[in-house]
């Protein structure tokens, strides 16, 4: 009689009986509904001094990385133009 009051649904894995506010199956022992918390799951970065200072500073380095490569690029290419016009020619 106690088992027709209690309210009852059926594990989606093996199919057993189960009380309806189970999360995990009583028979099989895997997980049947989702976990439901009140506070949100914290998600944590674990960087060395991960801070968002320290993140916005390393995209400015980045970038007058790239601007100072592309100005050595341009330098080294001129001087070596200027060596092909002023360097001594063997005929």
Known sequence: MEEAQLKTK???????KIPEDAIICTHCGR?????????????IINNSSSTSSSASAGLHRRRYSVL???????IT?????IWMIIRPKYY
């Open 31 to 43: 997980q049947v509904e989702e976990l439901k918390s009140k506070n949100p799951d914290n998600i």
């Open 77 to 81: 290419g001129g001087l070596w133009i």
């Open 68 to 74: 100072f490569d592309l100005f050595m690029i341009c």
């Open 10 to 16: 059926f594990c989606k894995h093996c199919a057993a």
